[in-house]
């Protein structure tokens, strides 16, 4: 089930569309460049001791090859992506579908996992809302996206580039939600026990040309409603590296890449749950729930 943002709306900022046509394209060869998919699926299962439940109905929005699913060993996952060829795990149901329009029964989930997708949802309070409602009573979302400052040098110098070539400018990066601002999306959404966290991963590259093909491998080419629709100029991407090279290396002379990961989880909400623990006093991981992935 999918469905076909348009520029008319003011709320669709991403062309969905041209994110399915990406995704499709890159699905086949995506294992050459998931470094940073499974890095975060790592992380996302770590992140969290102390969750005692026994799952059994799980969903994984955004699925890619499936790298979190794996780390839950004999639990069966239903693998959703807008990408018909991400949904080609054998030993999963696949579903092909938006995480903007959700196909499941109110209360017919366990658990419900997301690992770097939903930075590309137009309606993210609207997404979470489903997510809520698709859960039963002390169900669990969990989830990971980019955000905050993530490719904040990529920004910059792509910037300086088109306004030193062009002397204006066209967006080129997505904007990414604050972690500010996470929790109070879980509460709009209906969620109990909202829990919010961060991690800052810096990646080194040759150049900023690896670099843009990494992400064009990763599936997370520009695909906002108002991105510049031409070819971009090798001028313009040399440039941008020569700004890159300049500003933002190492001793080695490799460029730093940002990348902030916001991580979520909440709890569709039951009388049995607990109330929240004054902040910092939480203390919560997968490890216990799924065992060591080892």
Same mark, same amino acid.
């Given at each position: 089930m999918t469905k076909t943002s348009t520029p008319d709306n003011p709320s669709n900022i991403f062309d969905r569309a041209a994110l399915r046509?990406?995704?499709d394209r890159i699905a086949r060869k995506f294992a050459d460049h998931d470094f940073m998919v499974r890095e975060v699926a790592d992380r996302l299962y770590d992140k969290y001791p102390d969750i005692n439940r026994d799952f059994t109905r799980i969903v994984e929005l955004g699925c890619h090859g499936g790298e979190l699913s794996r780390l839950l060993k004999d639990k069966f996952v239903i693998h959703q992506d807008l990408s018909r060829n991400f949904t080609t795990a054998k030993d999963a149901v696949r579903v092909q579908g938006d995480?903007? @329009?959700l196909p499941y029964l &109110?209360?017919?989930l366990d658990l419900v996992l997301s690992n770097l997708s939903l930075h590309w949802v137009n309606d993210l309070p609207g997404c979470l809302a489903q997510i809520k409602q698709s859960l *039963? &009573?002390?169900?669990? $979302? @969990?989830g990971a996206l980019f955000g905050g400052e993530s490719l904040t040098e990529l920004r910059q110098c792509l910037l300086e580039a088109e306004m030193n070539i062009r002397g204006g400018a066209s967006p080129r990066v997505s904007p990414f939600v604050d972690v500010r601002d996470a929790g109070s999306l879980l509460q709009r959404a209906g969620f109990a026990l909202p829990v919010v966290d961060t991690d800052r991963i810096t990646v080194t590259y040759e150049n900023a040309f690896k670099l843009m093909q990494e992400l064009q491998g990763m599936g997370e080419s520009n695909i906002l409603h108002k991105r $510049? *629709?031409?070819l971009t100029s090798p001028r313009l991407l040399t440039e941008c590296a020569k700004v890159y090279q300049q500003k933002f290396t190492d001793h080695r002379g490799r460029i730093n890449v940002t990348f902030d990961i916001v991580y979520m989880m909440g709890?569709? &909400?039951h009388e049995s749950q607990q109330k929240p623990l004054k902040p910092g006093q939480g203390k919560v991981s997968l490890t216990d729930v799924f065992g060591d992935k080892d």
């Open positions: 046509r990406n995704r995480e903007e @329009l &109110p209360e017919s *039963k &009573p002390d169900g669990l $979302f @969990l $510049f *629709k031409g709890w569709a &909400p």
